[in-house]
């Protein structure tokens, strides 16, 4: 029973009055127990909610035979205006494609320092669709360590993941780059996608190359720009949830 809070001793804590700590409970952002006709709620639980730590990390803090009331927690979004500051920088320093996407293909930014071959390539319902596959496939990789794939059209990218709270929440993709000045096969890209193969062809002499040095420098970087991505989508996910407490200061809702 030392793990258990009372109400009044949660309120406390948190600096929230009855109300609030009990909408709390209600959507799932508190762990409690029922004794008698009190509601108790555990210790642990609260101090990590009190560290600025998010709703699903307090609710793994509780003990495991402990009753839950967490809704399903959605991955975090993160702040796309500063991630596309971010990745527009990377973009240049490596002079690679860059983009971040959700986990299942689908654009969060504009490319960066996008390649005019691959332009041509997803200015078509076709090519953009082929795009999306090959970033989606990478989203199925189970192994964090970023390595070097290659995409649809035959050119390079690497890419590393994005999580929140443990959460998979997007991938930063790498790419646009070509290892060597090994011929593609153009003419059937072209026709797969619906452009023209000359203007292809011509785009092509133009790819980035990167020597093996530079192609392992790259993993490094994206790996910890990835980094800094998570850190910034946990601030964001402290800051939401100290608006949710402060917004809940406002509502009047009657305790069960």
């Known amino acids: 029973m030392n ?13 929230l009055d009855r109300t609030t700590v009990y909408r709390m409970l209600k959507e799932g952002r508190l762990t409690g127990v029922k004794v008698g006709q009190q509601w108790r709620f555990h210790r642990r639980a609260v101090e990590t909610l009190l560290q600025g730590a998010s709703p699903a990390a307090a609710s793994r803090s509780a003990p495991a035979d402990a009753p839950r009331y967490a809704q399903p927690l959605t991955p975090v979004p993160l702040p796309l205006h500063c991630v596309q500051a971010i990745q527009d920088v990377f973009a240049d320093l490596t002079r690679v494609g860059v983009v971040t996407t959700a986990t299942d293909g689908e654009p969060l930014t504009r490319m960066s320092n996008g390649c005019r071959f691959c332009a041509l390539i997803q200015a078509t319902d076709a090519g953009r669709a082929a795009c999306r596959a090959s970033w989606r496939a990478l989203a199925a990789r189970s192994d964090r360590t970023p390595r070097i794939a290659t995409c649809h059209a035959g050119l390079k990218y690497i890419h590393a993941r994005i999580e929140v709270d443990g959460l998979p929440t997007a991938m930063l993709i790498a790419g646009q780059f070509r290892v060597d000045a090994t011929p593609l096969d153009t003419q059937r890209l072209a026709r797969d996608v619906g452009v023209d193969p000359g203007a292809l062809d011509e785009a092509l002499d133009a790819v980035t190359i990167l020597d093996e040095r530079m192609r392992a420098q790259l993993g490094v970087w994206l790996q910890k720009v990835a980094h800094t991505f998570e850190e910034i989508g946990r601030e964001r996910a402290t800051m939401i949830s100290r608006l949710r407490a402060i917004s809940d200061l406002a509502v009047l809702d009657r305790p069960d």
């Not at 793990?3 to 600096?15: A, C, I, S």
């Open 3 to 15: 793990d258990l809070l009372t109400t009044r001793e949660v309120q406390d804590l948190l600096k």
